[in-house]
């Protein structure tokens, strides 16, 4: 698929861009000015840029151009492979409220576009939710994140851990005191060494 685009908006937004637009030009001459000799972006799907277009072209006009989660993750895709902070930024901050995401999303998404902080409080959902995890979502998580987070569950509910948050002197809620103790299973970020 072919796109014709204005280069300001992706020079605007991106040091790639910028880089690319002002490589020198090959023997045929440079890429970008004519339909026979086009800048290719690999590994970038035709929804990706797709959605990057409407999302630079149709600003303004709506206060939120997407309205599915997948949207924005195609969004957020593009916008770090081609290093565009503000959008990156946008696109992180509507995956947090429009439509929100489970924590396993959330931790998938974390691993693959680098949103650290998106880790720990996944884990911690995670330990203090009843349910244990199910089979397919260990197998998303993977091995070593599967194991950490039966460790947290098993340290949430264990007795000792519930009477020294009962023992705390100081008001603190109890999902802050155990996030902390997931955080002693995890590490502080949140970062599994496998992921």
Known sequence: VLFR?????????????RTMFVCPSTQDGPEGHADDKPIVLPEVTVAEFEGLLKFLYDR??????????EEWVRLLSIATRYEMERIRARALHELEYLP??????????????????????????LCLRPQPLNVLEAVELGLETMVLIAMGRESVRDPGTLRDFEDLRQPLRYEEFMTGVVADVFGRDGEVSSA
């Open 60 to 69: 303004g006009t709506s206060p939120s151009p997407f309205s599915t989660s």
């Open 100 to 125: 929100p995401l489970d924590p396993i999303q959330k931790i998938v998404l974390a691993r693959k576009y680098d949103v650290r902080e998106w880790l720990l409080p996944s884990y911690v959902a």
């Open 5 to 17: 685009v204005h280069r300001f908006f992706l020079q605007r937004e991106s040091d790639v861009f």
